[in-house]
């Protein structure tokens, strides 16, 4: 996939996120599997009540990170069954790693947020302004990437409007280009 479609799947998914509710409600074993695949990132809680505790530091959650994940609930206890799973949990399901990670610590409320951020994070990942503060206080983020993210951000690459720039730059002051010699004059 290139950068074009990539980029654009991730606009579409992000629009997708907006869209719909904040945690959207799950009804059956259909509507659970399908919004599986809604976004790269989908955590679904499978949850006994809509208006207990569990519900409620869900949903805190869910409008903290909605521009990032998608978030989805279901009540059905059979649903929960055939997923394997027993309510109350929430259920982070990634798309690209083809993993599922488990929280069933509802006596701890306050460790979904936590848990959360971690279950996110990709096998390998992608360094990105966005998650870079995320990963360094995570503590995962290698010193080699580090340094190439920094160097990346005084050193950005050039698109063809600026490398055309560039050269014609060079030209207009009389030094020549010379691809075999990295472009010295």
């Known amino acids: 996939m290139g950068l074009y479609e990539d980029k654009k799947n991730r606009l579409l998914q992000f629009i997708g996120r907006i869209r ?24 679904i809680a499978y949850l006994d009540s809509a208006d207990g505790a569990e519900a409620k530091a869900f949903a805190g959650v869910a409008e903290k990170f909605r521009e990032e994940f998608s978030f989805g609930v279901v009540l059905d206890p059979a649903v929960a069954a055939a997923e394997k799973t027993k309510s109350p949990s929430v259920v982070c399901y990634k798309v690209i790693d083809a993993d599922t990670v ?3 610590s509802f006596d ?9 951020k971690e279950a996110a994070r990709p096998v390998i990942g992608e360094l990105t302004v966005q998650n870079q503060q995320r990963l360094l206080d995570v503590g995962t983020l290698p010193l080699p990437g580090a340094i190439f993210h920094f160097l990346l951000s005084l ?7 600026q490398s055309n720039s560039l050269v014609e730059a060079r030209l207009a002051h009389g030094l020549r280009f010379r691809p075999d010699a990295g472009g010295a004059g």
């Open 20 to 43: 719909r509710p904040v945690v959207s409600n799950l009804a059956s074993a259909d509507d659970a599997v399908a919004f599986k695949t809604q976004d790269e990132t989908v955590f």
């Open 102 to 104: 488990h929280f069933t």
């Open 108 to 116: 701890e409320p306050e460790k979904l947020e936590g848990w959360l």
């Open 155 to 161: 050193f950005p690459p050039r698109t063809g409007e």
